[in-house]
């Protein structure tokens, strides 16, 4: 009988070696200390055993659960820690994975800083829809049909879209139409810039895309004058480019504004236009319903791709809208 305990000593030393997982484990726990296991049963027949033996067999044989016991939870706990048996196929100190967290694509970083600079002018922000009525993306804006200045913007129409008195919609080609939105549902003073999409049907190259943002601006009030104009987006300037920043207006045509204008911003040695600008037009006000002739005002619209591509020194638009990890990783 101690012959049989001390083989079953060794057989169990020996099983639990190769116990790689918490199932062969479980294996090796019924088959060496089970209800139907030997060493169970063994101890189980002490009360048949003569005297003498019944002492030591008792002995031994509760030894050798408590040890059996004792080894099983020590590698119980060893697998848990990956202190097991390197043939396991977890390996628990690898290094863990990192997070890679996202970060703002640069035109959503540049759309911010734009709304943060108007906002702190007094703006308020606004958007209105992508997709457009004919009569708000030109016709309120002062550009009638057959005018040839809507061959200024080169639009997307919507064939299907079209209302009972033959109004077709569009793809907006610029952010302009939410002024006529804004003035038609709201009195002045106003003062509010309009971020948002906009879409041309253009071929693409490395200064234009089909796709790529405006931010609109207007101001509405008695008496604005185009030094408000100048004041305002010279502040602007100041704070997107840095606060030495030199502007430079030139005479530019838009349909909605009289005087029209272009802005640029001296940057490394050269001019580079950033926007158009200028007062708003009398036609545009007469067709939102103003009709006090105090009421003035100026817009402004401008193309954040292009704010972005002078300020991080990029030469292609396309590359914003690529999806390449390598180029929007750098910002
Ligand atoms: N909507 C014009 C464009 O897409 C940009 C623009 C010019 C907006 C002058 C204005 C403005 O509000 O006053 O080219």
Redesign the pocket.
């Known amino acids: 009988m101690l012959e049989k305990l001390k083989k079953l000593q060794k057989q169990a030393n020996l099983g639990l070696k190769s116990c790689n997982s918490r199932s062969e484990l479980n294996n090796w726990k019924i088959k060496y200390l089970g209800r139907k296991s030997e060493l169970s049963l063994i101890l189980k027949d002490i009360k048949n055993l003569d005297p003498n033996m019944k002492k030591e067999v008792g002995m031994l044989g509760n030894k050798l659960r408590l040890d059996l016991e004792g080894i099983y939870d020590a590698h119980l706990e060893g697998l848990e820690l990956g202190k097991s048996d390197q043939s396991s196929s977890l390996d628990y100190f690898l290094p863990g994975r990192e997070e890679k967290i996202g970060k703002l694509h640069p035109v959503t970083q540049t759309l911010r800083e734009i709304k943060k600079a108007f906002s702190s002018l007094g703006f308020q922000i606004a958007e209105g829809p992508e997709i457009e009525w004919d009569k708000y993306n030109f016709d309120m804006l002062n550009i009638p049909e057959d005018h040839p200045a809507r061959d200024?913007?080169d639009t997307m129409w919507i064939d299907e879209k079209m209302n009972d008195n033959g109004e077709k919609m569009l793809l907006r080609?610029?952010?302009?139409p939410v002024?006529a939105r804004i003035m038609e549902s709201q009195e002045p003073p106003i003062r509010v810039i309009v971020p948002g999409k906009?879409y041309r049907y253009e071929a693409t190259d490395s200064t234009h895309e089909w796709h790529f943002y405006?931010v609109?601006?207007?101001a509405v009030d008695k008496n604005l004058t185009f030094s408000d104009l100048k004041g305002t987006l010279y502040e602007f300037s100041k704070k997107m480019f840095g606060s030495d920043t030199k502007i430079r207006f030139r005479c530019d045509y838009?349909p909605?504004?009289e005087p029209?204008v272009d802005m640029s911003i001296f940057w490394e040695g050269k001019w580079l236009e950033i926007?158009?600008?200028?007062m708003v037009h009398p036609k545009v006000f007469e067709k939102a319903g103003y009709t006090d002739a105090n009421i003035s005002g100026?817009?402004?619209?401008m193309g954040p791709e292009r704010i972005a591509m002078i300020k991080h020194d990029i030469d292609d638009i396309r590359l914003f809208y690529s999806n390449d990890l390598r180029f929007l990783n750098q910002f």
């Open positions: 200024m913007w080609t610029h952010t302009s002024q906009c405006q609109e601006g207007l838009f909605f504004v029209g926007l158009g600008a200028g100026f817009a402004f619209g």
